[in-house]
């Protein structure tokens, strides 16, 4: 499980697997293309790279986010 807590409320995501975690410095991360659809955009806030490898940032708030 894991624990991010958004919008002031604590939620649990449950994950089948974690393969990795990596800490990003904030200044690597870029802006999402404007090649991404619509519903790829309502729930990515960026893109990083770590060790030559493209790493696709889920936006926790959003994710959660299930009125939408």
Do not use: H
């Not at 999402?32 to 790829?40: H, K, V, Y």
């Amino acid at each position: 499980i894991i624990v991010v807590k958004t919008n002031g409320a604590v939620r649990g995501l449950v994950a089948d697997v974690i393969v990795q975690v990596t800490a990003l410095d904030g200044g690597i991360i870029e802006p999402l293309p404007d090649s991404l659809e619509r519903r790829q955009r309502d729930t990515v806030s960026g893109i990083g790279r770590a060790g030559g490898k493209l790493v696709v940032l889920l936006d926790p708030g959003r994710i959660t986010d299930f009125n939408q």
